[in-house]
Structure formats: C-alpha cells, structure tokens
C-alpha cells in the first residue's frame, strides 16, 4: 500500500461520517470502486470489541460478500436496494471504530509488503484470495452473533485478508486462511457441542 496508511485513511473517513448516520452506498461512494478493500478493513472493523450492534453482522457481511464477488469475478460492485440504503447510526458506529483502531494499527506496523510474493500473485493466487475473502464473509454472516468472538474471528481473517491485499504482504493473507480455518472448528466445536447439549436435555426429558 502506498502513501497514506490504511488507519489513517480509515480515521478520516470516521471523522467524515454524517452527523445522523450513513448508508453502505454512502460509504461506497466515500471510497470509491479502487478502495474496496479499504471499504472491508472499515465494516470489520466493529466485530473486534466485544460491543455490537444488532443486525449489522448480516448487513456488512453480506456488503463484504458482494466485494469478495465483484473482485473474483471483475465486476463493478452491485448492492441491492435493501442492503445500500439501511441507515447505521454514526452515534453507535463511530465509538466501536474509533475503539477498534488501535488494533488495526499494531497489525499495521507487523506488516510488510512483499512477503511470500507468490501468495499475492495474480492469476490462480489471486482467485483463491478472493474465494476466501468470500468465504470469510459467509462466516461473518452466520447466525451465531450472540456467542462470544463468533463475529471477532471471521471479522480478523476478513481485515488479514485486506491489509495483505492493500499490502500485498503474503504474511498477512496466509493468517488470514489460518483465522478462516480458526473460525470453522469453532463453529464446528459450537455446532457439535449444542448437539450434544440438546441430545442430553432431551434424553432427560424421555427418561
């Protein structure tokens, strides 16, 4: 990445944000079609506390799906209607990103452009770092958002996945599988162990 840092362009944009709230399709005009990865280090980065807000994992995950999609495929960024124009209120976004920089900024000053060039090259690479990117998204949108750290996980590959991207730091994009990875066996072990949990309740229910 080049020029001004990714917190840095990220603090202006919180800075700017509308007295009442914004829309995605306000925040996609703010950074344009070239600063799509920007756009999905900023909508992770409100699952990194442990504060939220309702509803949200679903709206910015699916706006991230959409980014995962136009990259892999080469199109321009679409949004539906429904998505782009549901208002977040800048009162409750604003504190949870200002509180969130921090991290992105220490994950910043770790991170180097050039490293493991082959995992950002383009062609093959390329394509499996936007399939993930999408994997990712799909794992911020399940529905487990009341469990602690099942938005954090997901929300950590997805910002490895841009800093590394912005960066073309192939550290970062590889710890971004490793977090996609993390994410799954803890939904697997979330999955499996609710399982067993209503396995017993209705054993003592029938006994």
Same mark, same amino acid.
């Given at each position: 990445?080049?020029?001004?840092?990714?917190?840095?362009?990220? !603090?202006?944009?919180?800075?700017?944000?509308?007295?009442?709230?914004?829309?995605?399709?306000?925040?996609? *005009?703010?950074?344009? &079609?070239? /600063?799509?990865?920007?756009?999905?280090?900023?909508?992770?980065?409100? #699952?990194?506390?442990?504060?939220?807000?309702?509803?949200?994992?679903?709206?910015? /995950?699916?706006?991230?799906?959409?980014?995962?999609?136009?990259?892999?495929? /080469?199109? =321009?960024?679409?949004? +539906? *209607?429904?998505?782009? *124009?549901?208002?977040?209120?800048? !009162?409750?976004?604003? +504190?949870?990103?200002?509180?969130?920089?921090?991290?992105? *900024? !220490?994950?910043?000053?770790?991170? !180097? +452009? &050039?490293?493991? =060039?082959?995992?950002?090259?383009?062609?093959?690479? =390329?394509?499996?770092?936007?399939?993930?990117?999408?994997?990712?998204?799909?794992?911020?949108?399940?529905? #487990? /958002?009341?469990?602690?750290?099942? &938005?954090? #996980? +997901?929300?950590?590959?997805?910002? #490895?996945?841009?800093?590394?991207?912005?960066?073309?730091?192939? $550290?970062?994009?590889?710890?971004?599988?490793?977090?996609?990875?993390?994410?799954?066996?803890?939904?697997? $072990?979330?999955?499996?162990?609710?399982?067993?949990?209503?396995? =017993?309740?209705?054993?003592?229910?029938?006994?």
């Amino acid at each position: 990445m080049q020029g001004e840092l990714l917190s840095g362009r990220i !603090r202006s944009l919180i800075r700017s944000l509308p007295r009442t709230g914004i829309t995605l399709s306000e925040l996609v *005009h703010r950074v344009g &079609n070239d /600063g799509l990865l920007i756009l999905t280090a900023l909508l992770t980065l409100v #699952f990194l506390i442990p504060i939220s807000i309702p509803g949200v994992s679903t709206v910015f /995950g699916a706006a991230i799906l959409l980014i995962g999609m136009a990259r892999l495929f /080469g199109r =321009e960024l679409w949004i +539906p *209607h429904r998505i782009a *124009h549901r208002t977040i209120a800048t !009162r409750k976004l604003r +504190p949870l990103l200002r509180k969130a920089l921090p991290l992105l *900024h !220490r994950l910043e000053r770790v991170s !180097r +452009p &050039n490293r493991i =060039e082959w995992l950002v090259a383009n062609g093959p690479a =390329e394509r499996m770092n936007n399939a993930s990117l999408i994997l990712g998204a799909v794992l911020l949108m399940m529905p #487990f /958002g009341l469990i602690p750290f099942s &938005n954090t #996980f +997901p929300a950590v590959a997805l910002l #490895f996945f841009a800093i590394g991207l912005l960066q073309r730091d192939g $550290v970062c994009v590889l710890l971004g599988y490793l977090s996609n990875a993390a994410t799954i066996v803890y939904f697997a $072990v979330l999955i499996g162990g609710g399982g067993l949990a209503a396995r =017993e309740m209705f054993g003592r229910l029938t006994a």
